[in-house]
């Protein structure tokens, strides 16, 4: 029996499976075939034995060997294997176990670069790397890091400029395939089935976004990341199966798209759209995959183009029809059940399912509706549910089939009662205070909901902090015990006095030259009675709001204000002492710890855009950005010879505000 489409996404890598057969029996019916996208008809080159399962990742295409590449194996667990499939024949060339599989890694996003003849992918197991792929030996080598990067949806390469594209849904990552260096990251550049055409130099893809009344059919510069419009689509949705490419010779953009569920035996769609236009050429009943409500006997899909040929390779599961059957279970949203409460039933159906009739049964009875869920308002202990599933369609013959049964069982509800207590009555504003529930018959692990003013806060624990509460603002508990059926009960409420903090904007740090003087000047709401400034040095009068300010080093200056109803409040304010930039004309990186590295000193701190260093020849030996970094007087890892070295550093005068290029000379010497 065959199960279409299923998939298995962990949260942070997606990566979905496709069931290809229900039984170990069916493994014998997936093929590499060809399919002719203007008329639909299929050509089987070879069956791929002992498979039942893929990965819902991207397949891809070697044009200068004609092989065709994918995941899965006969598990349906990892590690996953690499199948490699001679194009020309169907036959399998490789089937090996991917190495990373066996650490508990995940290779996703099979990309080939038919110039530089390299299959890549990205891994994910410790890390996130970009890498290749020997399919000889499943072999990964990672070859840069990916960082910050969540997520992985889909994936395509630029073969003229050999760019690997990479994207989680919401950004767009451009790699350099040789070096694995990130050449752009396009945050929103989100289109679903991207496809980089190497004809035109352009990345197209469709905007399903929920903003838009129809999908639109655009394309994405890789600078800019922004999207063009080519054409407005008609109402469609896209299957999760990668059924998308591109023929660049023709000019001519594929893919699977559905309409919403009807009762006819086939629902889904193969569009052709002219690229440049965006106008639909053809829109053919597809009756290869079907929508995740519906199930056929027969599947065409992981699209890759042979664009040197001409050909549209996917894989094609084919079993015969004495293999299609339907079933049906039932699940309930609870069994115990409190009483009082509703139940619904939901009945999963597997099969050629076309049209399905649903006859659900209480106790013997025929109850609710022709739907895939029922709802029983009124559960009563013993009571016995199943649901009979037939098909309604001449496109299928299969018997009906009857569900497990459930029987219910329903509990009593059980009381229960919660106190709580705060850790302060009165308190100053922006103090913290604790609130702690204590609950009776709550159980052993009894959930709780905290209420501020009537609406929802806290995290679910017994305590609640508080730190912006206002003078009568209103606190209690709602909590729901963990013994089966307890009623939620509301706690006693507390209203909270806070007596007012003044407030306090110190102002922002201040940049001096040495020898000059500065007013502090913070700005106070509220009645103070008194001002403390620390340290006291350098201020000429450290107890009063405005203190004039004169120190000969950055000193970071502390305001502690105490307002009438005795609450404090404090900030802080760093005067910046700045002394011109001043850099050594000597360095010995000897390692003896003393004067390694050449570097501003740390006692002229400076803003700076970059820091630079050339040899006699002009070459660039070090630069950073890191105003605290220096060089070591290596190069490449290899230590650079004694002599007259140039430096050039931009940075940001911290009185004018204006960007300074300086420049001068450092001799190494060892």
């Known amino acids: 029996m065959p199960i279409w489409p299923r998939f298995i996404c962990p949260s942070a890598i997606t990566i979905c499976l496709i069931t290809l057969a229900g039984n170990p029996a069916a493994a014998q019916y997936e093929w590499l075939a060809t399919l002719n996208y203007s008329n639909l008809a299929i050509n089987r080159l070879g069956n791929i034995p002992g498979l039942t399962w893929i990965t819902q990742d991207n397949s891809t295409y070697d044009q200068n060997n004609q092989r065709f590449f994918f995941q899965g194996n006969a598990t349906r667990v990892p590690p996953w294997n690499l199948y490699t499939i001679d194009a020309v024949t169907g036959a399998v060339i490789y089937n090996v176990v991917l190495s990373p599989g066996n650490a508990g890694g995940t290779v996703f996003g099979l990309q080939y670069d038919n110039q530089n003849n390299t299959l890549y992918g990205t891994y994910s197991g410790n890390g996130f790397y970009f890498s290749s792929i020997d399919p000889a030996t499943g072999n990964v080598t990672s070859i840069a890091p990916i960082n910050n990067f969540q997520g992985y949806t889909q994936s395509t390469f630029d073969t003229n400029d050999q760019l690997y594209i990479l994207s989680n849904g919401?950004?767009?990552?451009?790699?350099?395939?040789?070096?694995?260096?990130?050449?752009?990251?396009?945050?929103?550049?989100?289109?679903?089935?991207?496809?980089?055409?190497?004809?035109?130099?352009?990345?197209?893809?469709?905007?399903?976004?929920?903003?838009?009344?129809?999908?639109?059919?655009?394309?994405?510069?890789?600078?800019?990341?922004?999207l063009h419009v080519i054409s407005n689509l008609p109402p469609l949705t896209l299957p999760q199966i990668n059924a998308y490419t591109i023929d660049e010779k023709a000019g001519k953009y594929i893919f699977l798209g559905a309409d919403p569920p009807?009762?006819?035996?086939?629902?889904?769609?193969?569009?052709?759209?002219?690229?440049?236009?965006?106008?639909?050429?053809?829109?053919?009943?597809?009756?290869?995959?079907?929508?995740?409500?519906?199930?056929?006997?027969?599947?065409?899909?992981?699209?890759?183009?042979?664009?040197?040929?001409?050909?549209?390779?996917?894989?094609?599961?084919?079993p015969p029809d004495s293999q299609v059957s339907i079933t049906v279970t039932i699940t309930a949203s609870a069994n115990p059940v409190c009483a009082g409460n509703p139940v619904n039933y939901t009945a999963s159906g597997g099969g050629r399912l076309?049209?399905?009739?649903?006859?659900?049964?209480?106790?013997?009875?025929?109850?609710?509706?022709?739907?895939?869920?029922?709802?029983?308002?009124?559960?009563?202990?013993?009571?016995?549910?199943?649901?009979?599933?037939?098909?309604?369609?001449?496109?299928?013959?299969?018997?009906p089939d009857t569900s497990n049964r459930i029987v219910m069982t329903v509990n009593p509800e059980v009381p229960a009662s919660v106190a709580i207590t705060s850790s302060a009555g009165t308190i100053c504003s922006g103090d913290a205070v604790v609130f702690t529930a204590t609950p009776v018959n709550g159980g052993d692990v009894p959930s709780y909901q905290w209420q501020l003013n009537g609406n929802n806060t806290g995290t679910g624990k017994d305590t609640l902090l508080c730190s912006t509460l206002q003078n009568g603002d209103t606190v209690y508990c709602l909590m729901t015990g963990s013994e089966a059926c307890s009623l939620p009960i509301e706690s006693n409420k507390i209203v909270t006095t806070v007596k007012p903090t003044p407030l306090l904007f110190i102002g922002n740090d201040t940049v001096i030259s040495p020898g000059q003087a500065v007013m502090l000047n913070p700005t106070i709401e509220g009645a103070v009675v008194s001002y403390q400034w620390e340290p006291p040095a350098y201020l000429d009068n450290p107890s009063i709001k405005n203190p004039v300010a004169s120190p000969v080093v950055t000193t970071i200056y502390q305001l502690t204000v105490t307002g009438e109803s005795g609450c404090t409040v404090s900030g802080k304010i760093s005067v910046v002492v700045y002394y011109p930039l001043r850099m050594p004309n000597v360095f010995t990186p000897n390692a003896d710890g003393k004067n390694d590295v050449f570097r501003i000193p740390p006692s002229t701190p400076q803003k700076i855009k970059s820091f630079s260093i050339f040899n006699r020849w002009g070459q660039m030996v070090f630069r950073t950005t890191n105003s605290s970094a220096g060089w070591d007087g290596s190069f490449k890892n290899q230590i650079q010879p004694v002599g007259t070295y140039v430096w050039m550093i931009d940075y940001e005068d911290l009185l004018t505000k204006k960007i300074v290029v300086a420049s001068g000379t450092v001799v190494l010497i060892r």
């Open 170 to 226: 919401s950004d767009l990552l451009i790699i350099r395939a040789l070096t694995g260096a990130i050449v752009n990251d396009l945050p929103n550049a989100n289109l679903s089935d991207l496809v980089y055409d190497n004809q035109t130099g352009k990345l197209y893809g469709i905007n399903s976004s929920a903003a838009l009344a129809n999908p639109q059919f655009d394309s994405i510069t890789l600078v800019t990341g922004a």
């Open 262 to 318: 009807s009762a006819a035996c086939i629902s889904n769609y193969l569009y052709v759209l002219d690229i440049n236009t965006g106008a639909v050429i053809s829109k053919t009943l597809y009756p290869y995959a079907q929508g995740a409500s519906v199930i056929t006997d027969e599947n065409l899909l992981e699209y890759s183009f042979d664009n040197k040929r001409g050909k549209l390779y996917a894989l094609n599961w084919h």
């Open 354 to 399: 076309v049209n399905p009739v649903y006859k659900w049964q209480l106790n013997g009875n025929n109850v609710g509706t022709n739907n895939s869920v029922y709802t029983d308002n009124n559960p009563a202990g013993g009571d016995t549910v199943l649901c009979i599933l037939t098909n309604n369609t001449k496109c299928a013959t299969s018997p």
